[in-house]
Nanobody, 116 residues
Framework: QRKFVESGGAYVQPGGSLRLSCETS????????VRWFRQAPGKEREGVSCISIDGGKILYKDFAKGRFTISRDIAKNMLFLQMNSLKPEDTAVYYC?????????WGQGTQVTVSP
């Protein structure tokens, strides 16, 4: 069964940093484009960043540019999101996502809370 398991979410003060991890099972990141999404309380889920199958194309939403970095370790089948200069508006549940042959794959999410 293909699935993601996110971790690394925590409570952090504004200006702090977190590194989210996403462990995959049942498939190889080598053959999947993967995205990070987030969902804040009372808001719709939104994209954060994505990385192409070959890793050569990386995109960020405007709010993530310059602060967040997506990366992956193919050998370990792990996806990461390094988040720096965190702001209270970054508070959300962060999810890994991929889509292949019409099927959507989501993790259970990891909670990030940014507050003084």
């Amino acid at each position: 069964q293909r699935k993601f398991v996110e971790s690394g979410g925590a409570y952090v003060q504004p200006g702090g940093s977190l590194r989210l991890s996403c462990e995959t099972s049942g498939f190889s990141l080598e053959y999947f484009a993967v995205r990070w999404f987030r969902q804040a309380p009372g808001k719709e889920r939104e994209g954060v960043s994505c990385i192409s199958i070959d890793g050569g194309k990386i995109l960020y939403k405007d709010f993530a540019k310059g602060r967040f970095t997506i990366s992956r370790d193919i050998a370990k089948n792990m996806l990461f999101l390094q988040m720096n200069s965190l702001k209270p508006e970054d508070t959300a549940v962060y999810y890994c996502y991929s889509r292949k042959r019409g099927s959507d794959y989501w993790g259970q999410g990891t909670q990030v809370t940014v507050s003084p």
